[in-house]
């Protein structure tokens, strides 16, 4: 596959095709494994009996940064 140059394009218009080239990816063509899937139930069953916990980018910046 070529790469094209995209340097001539405006920062909004590199959105907006980006924005197009997200929405081409059909969620139904996206194949999870079976494997992954239920590692994601386990997570969201954890996260919804209270034993795991959500952290916001920020937090997560912060604690990385931290650790350094």
């Known amino acids: 596959m070529e790469t ?3 340097s001539g ?3 909004a ?3 907006v ?7 081409s990816v059909s969620k ?3 194949a999870v494994t ?4 239920q ?7 954890r996260l919804d009996n209270g034993k795991s916990q959500l952290y916001t980018w920020d937090e997560v910046k ?3 940064r931290q650790k350094r």
């Open 28 to 30: 139904k063509d996206l």
């Open 39 to 45: 590692e994601l139930e386990q997570r969201l069953e």
């Open 62 to 64: 912060n604690y990385l």
């Open 4 to 6: 094209k140059d995209l």
């Open 34 to 37: 079976e494997e992954t899937q």
């Open 9 to 11: 394009y405006s920062d």
């Open 17 to 23: 095709l980006a924005e197009q080239l997200w929405d």
């Open 13 to 15: 218009e590199k959105i």
